[in-house]
């Protein structure tokens, strides 16, 4: 790792400002792991916090997790989605507090790619395809950090977007690291589980995440087809390829593309009118 790289890992890994981890949410880790509190007891924590609670209720019902009734509790939502996914939906709303002002499309975009990560998930049959749409939702926390912290040298990056170079060229040049690496960094501080480290460190390159391949598969190919569906972050309209073998990995077929890609498009519909 270069001295640059170094030294910006550094300064990321102590960032104080970011609406990531408030109180409730350490909080509510810690009673999860003394085993001594029920789903109740935590509800009833997490419903002190009015505010955090109608961000919540408001993404579980989303199009996205598309239940069949609606969830009009914290204490459905846990039992629904479980502990790991309502607490990736409070770090969510903590995040995106601040990005939705500052940048709209980088929400809208990780929101189609939770969309899509759902919907890929349940078509090859996952066990919890809800935590692929938690995945979806986080996989590009390192931008969520130049967002809010590195403004400046962000504003760079997306000058050398309109003059041709890649969002991760553009990145590697400027902070010589990527928006993949930041977002590693932040995850190993925060000591988020490896089925939400992998997407974020290796989305676009899943053959590199040696753990959880087939979620980091299907956060890829949703990052690629909401690209590709007018979802991206500001000047940055570079598609990522797709990597050899993706699909192959997930047990999927062009034919099997061709019927998702409508349902993406219609569901993406929905997403567009979605705020925090």
Not at 41 to 52: P, Y
Not at 97 to 111: E, Y
Not at 173 to 182: D, I, L, Q
Request: charged share 25%; net charge negative.
């Amino acid at each position: 790792m270069d001295p640059k790289a170094r030294e910006t890992k550094k300064k990321v890994k102590l960032i104080k400002n970011l609406p990531t981890l408030p109180d409730i949410l350490d909080k509510i880790s810690r009673m999860v792991e003394s085993k001594q509190y029920s789903a109740n007891d935590i509800a009833r924590v997490i419903s002190q916090d009015q505010v955090l609670t109608a961000k919540v209720l408001k993404l579980a019902n989303s199009a996205f997790y598309g239940f069949s009734r609606s969830i009009n509790s914290v204490g459905q939502a846990l039992v629904l989605l479980g502990f790991q996914v309502v607490k990736g939906l409070i770090l969510s709303s903590s995040v995106f507090d601040i990005v939705q002002r500052r940048a709209t499309d980088l929400w809208k975009h990780s929101l189609a790619v939770a969309t899509i990560s759902g919907i890929l998930a349940q078509r090859i049959g996952m066990k919890a395809p809800e935590e692929s749409n938690l995945a979806g939702l986080l996989h590009d926390l390192g931008k969520v950090i130049m967002a809010v912290n590195m403004i400046e040298e962000l504003d760079q990056v997306m000058e050398l977007c309109e003059k041709g170079r890649t969002g991760i060229e553009a990145e590697q040049e400027v902070f010589g690291f990527t928006h993949m690496e930041a977002g590693a960094w932040l995850a190993e501080a925060w000591k988020l589980p490896v089925e939400l480290t992998d997407p974020i460190t290796f989305h676009h390159d899943p053959a590199g995440a040696k753990e959880k391949p087939m979620e980091t598969s299907i956060v890829h190919l949703a990052d690629i087809l909401a690209k590709s569906r007018g979802f991206g972050f500001g000047k940055d309209v570079w598609v990522p390829p797709l990597q050899a073998g993706t699909l192959e990995r997930l047990g999927l077929t062009m034919e099997d593309m061709d019927q998702i890609v409508p349902q993406v498009h219609q569901i993406l519909v929905s997403v567009s009118d979605l705020e925090t």
